[in-house]
């Protein structure tokens, strides 16, 4: 798999900067910034997606704990994203009868 999930990014980092940092590597075919979908702030992670198996390889080996923007990055295979439910939580606790400051 050459998508890649680059995890512990500067607020500051941009899509731009972070193509740049991982284009040494290899060929950079898509670059991911994931962002608050209200504040349109980076959540701190994105992904980036090289040409080829072996230049993802060769990008979370030199890419893994490097600097950018003055954070150590974390860089690994992206998972593939896992399904949610559609249903809803569970409950809280149950209802309990009467008053809490009853004695007995």
Known sequence: MNKLYVGN?????????LQEAFSPHGS????ALITDKETGNS?????????TDEEAKAA????????????ALTVNEA?????????GGG????????SS???Y
């Open 60 to 71: 979370v080996t030199a890419m893994n704990g490097a600097d950018l923007d003055g954070r």
């Open 9 to 17: 990014l500067s607020f500051n980092t941009t899509q731009q900067s």
């Open 91 to 98: 409950g809280g606790g149950g209802y309990r009868g009467g």
């Open 43 to 51: 959540r701190g992670f994105g992904f980036v997606t090289m040409s």
């Open 79 to 87: 998972r593939p994203r896992e399904e949610r439910s559609s249903g």
């Open 101 to 103: 400051n009853r004695r």
């Open 28 to 31: 950079v075919s898509e670059v």
